[in-house]
C-alpha cells in the first residue's frame, strides 16, 4: 500500500526523506524537501524503509521547471528540478546532520559558496556511444541515454557533442572523454582509463574560488611548513606555495604529479618537494628527517573514500594547522575522529558548491591546536 508523506529533508544519496505517524523514515527518490508525495514501500529495514515515487500529491513551493528533456532519466543529474538556492541550502542541511551526528560542531560554519554558474559548468564529461545511441548511462545501469545537449556542460563541450553525432553510427562501444583544455580548446579522448591524465576539478571558477579559499586559511593560520598529502596535479599548491617557506606535496598519481613538477619548473621558493606515493601509514617514515615530525600545517585533499584512515599517523607535537578539503561528509568524519583527542579543534566549516544539480558535497575545514 502506497504512504502519504511530507518530505522533510534529503539525504546524501539524494533521496527525500519524509516520516509516517509511527515514526518510519521513507527513503524516496526524486521527491524533494516541501513535497507531499504518495510513496510505495519497496524494502524495510528496522524503521527505514526506501520507496518508490507514485505521485508528487503537492508539490513543493521548491520545484522548479527542469531544463533538460531527459532528467530523470540520464544519470548525470539528480536535482535540475529544485531551485538551485534551495540545494545549496538542502546540502548545508545534509552536512551539518552529518557533523552533529559525530558530535562536530565548528565554531563558525561559513555560508555556503554557491556557483554563478549552475548551468553550463562542466569543464569535461564522459560520453558513451553505441550504434546510434550517443549520450550518458541511465542512472544505475549502462543503457545510454542519447542526449542532444547537455545542460551542465560548458557549450564547447556541447558543440563538440553536435559535431561527434555525425560520426555515427559506431560500430564499437565507446567511451569518448571531452574536455575543454588550458586555451579553451576541446580535446578529446577515447576508451582511456579512468582519470588517467590525472584528477582535475569540473568547475573551473568553482575551483578558483577553492584555490584562494585554502590559500586564505594557509596564511590566516600562519603556516610555514606544509605537508600536502593527495596534492594531485598541484591545483592547491601553487595557489597557497607563495605563502609558506618549505612544502612537501604527495600524490600516487604519476600523471598528475608531472604536471604539478611541470607547473613547478623554474621556481626556486619556496623550498618544495613532489612525491609520488600512496598515502598510507608507511608514508610518514619517507619524508626527509627535517621535515618529518616538523610541518606545522598538513593540508589534505583525499578522493571520496577520505584517507583510510591514516590521518593519525601524520599528527605530531609540531603540528597546529590541518586544512581538510572533504567531498565526502561521511569518510570526513571518519577521517578526524581521531583529532580531538589529539587536542584539535574544527575552527571552521564551508561548503563551495562545485557540482550544482547534483548531491554531492564539496566542503573546506580547518582544525587548530592550541599551544
Ligand atoms: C580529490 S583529488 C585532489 C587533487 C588536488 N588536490 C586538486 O585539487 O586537484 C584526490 C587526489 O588523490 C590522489 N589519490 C587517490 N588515492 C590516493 C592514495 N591512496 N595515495 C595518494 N594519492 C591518492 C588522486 O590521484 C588525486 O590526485
Not at 156 to 181: C, D, H, M, S, W
Not at 191 to 202: C, D, I, R
Not at 248 to 274: H, I, T, Y
Amino acid at each position: 500500500m502506497p504512504v502519504e508523506l511530507t518530505i522533510e529533508h534529503v539525504n546524501l544519496t539524494g533521496q527525500g526523506v519524509g516520516k509516517d505517524a509511527e515514526g518510519n523514515l521513507y527513503f524516496v527518490e526524486g521527491a524533494l524537501p516541501g513535497d507531499r508525495v504518495l510513496a510505495q514501500p519497496e524494502s524495510e529495514k528496522g524503521r527505514y524503509r526506501d520507496a518508490a515515487l507514485v505521485q508528487v500529491v503537492q508539490p513543493s513551493p521548491e520545484r522548479v521547471d527542469s531544463v533538460c528533456p531527459v532528467f530523470g532519466k540520464c544519470g548525470g543529474c539528480d536535482w535540475l528540478d529544485w531551485d538551485y538556492a534551495s540545494q545549496v541550502r538542502g546540502k548545508e542541511k545534509m552536512l551539518q546532520h552529518v557533523l552533529g551526528r559525530s558530535n562536530w560542531e565548528p565554531k563558525r560554519f561559513l555560508p555556503s559558496i554557491a556557483a554563478e554558474q549552475p548551468l553550463g559548468y562542466r569543464n569535461r564529461i564522459q560520453l558513451r556511444a553505441e550504434g546510434k545511441k550517443l549520450g550518458f548511462y541511465r542512472k544505475r545501469s549502462h543503457d545510454i541515454v542519447d542526449i542532444e545537449n547537455c545542460a551542465v556542460a560548458d557549450p564547447r563541450l556541447n558543440e563538440a557533442l553536435t559535431q561527434l553525432r555525425g560520426e555515427g553510427p559506431f560500430a564499437q562501444p565507446t567511451k569518448i572523454e571531452l574536455a575543454v583544455g588550458d586555451e579553451g580548446k576541446v580535446e578529446r579522448l577515447d576508451n582511456s582509463p579512468h582519470a588517467a591524465a590525472g584528477f582535475a576539478q569540473v568547475h573551473s571558477r568553482q575551483n578558483n574560488l577553492l584555490r584562494e579559499m585554502v590559500r586564505d586559511i594557509v596564511q590566516r593560520a600562519g603556516a610555514k611548513t606544509v605537508l600536502e598529502l593527495f596534492a594531485g596535479n598541484g591545483n592547491l599548491t601553487m595557489g597557497y606555495a607563495e605563502h609558506v617557506e618549505r612544502l612537501f606535496a604527495v600524490d600516487s598519481s604519476a600523471p598528475a604529479l608531472e604536471a604539478a613538477r611541470a607547473a613547478w619548473k623554474g621556481r626556486s621558493q619556496p623550498k618544495a618537494a613532489f612525491l609520488e606515493a600512496r598515502v598510507d601509514k608507511r608514508l610518514v617514515r619517507r619524508l626527509p628527517g627535517d621535515f618529518r615530525e616538523h610541518y606545522d600545517t598538513l593540508l589534505l585533499d583525499p578522493p571520496r573514500s577520505g584517507t583510510q584512515e591514516c590521518l593519525g599517523s601524520f599528527l605530531h607535537d609540531n603540528l597546529k594547522t590541518i586544512v581538510y578539503v572533504s567531498c565526502s561528509p561521511v569518510a570526513f568524519t571518519k577521517d578526524v575522529q581521531c583529532l580531538e583527542a589529539a587536542g584539535f579543534q574544527l575552527e571552521q566549516v564551508q561548503i563551495i558548491d562545485m557540482f550544482p544539480h547534483t548531491r554531492h558535497i564539496e566542503f573546506v575545514s580547518w582544525f587548530s591546536r592550541s599551544a
